[in-house]
């Protein structure tokens, strides 16, 4: 389960945004909070609002590493475009992103790692 902390660290935003994307995606895509004292969803609700239908336990642990935010990818060092740059290929699906209602575009380390120089 993950508290609403636990969601703004993975999705690299503040509590209050969290709140909100949680808040857009309550009854949409199967994100249901979960009752009880603190608020909680279910990992595998949070990824089917991704679009990942179904996520294998075995890669669980890389799944919930935080994504990474477009000021992320742009350091030179590390895939050496600009954030204008990477939000385009994410538009265009040019590399793999999750587009949060809320944010800015993000991404999984494990799903972009090839990509980079």
Not at 54 to 72: C, Y
Request: proline fraction near 6%; charge should be positive; charged fraction near 30%.
């Amino acid at each position: 389960m993950a508290k609403i902390s636990d969601l703004a660290r993975y999705w690299n935003v503040s509590r209050p945004v969290a709140e909100k994307i949680c808040s857009y995606h309550d009854g949409r895509y199967g994100l249901q909070l979960v009752h009880g004292k603190p608020k909680r969803y279910r990992w595998a609700d949070i990824w089917a609002a991704e679009g990942y239908s179904i996520v294998a336990e075995k890669n669980w642990r890389a799944m919930k590493e935080p994504l990474l935010k477009t000021a992320d990818l742009a350091d030179p060092n590390v895939f050496g475009r600009s954030e204008r740059s990477i939000r385009r290929l994410a538009e265009i699906g040019e590399i793999p992103s999750v587009d949060l209602p809320i944010a800015d575009y993000r991404f999984r380390a494990i799903e972009i790692m090839h990509l980079l120089p």
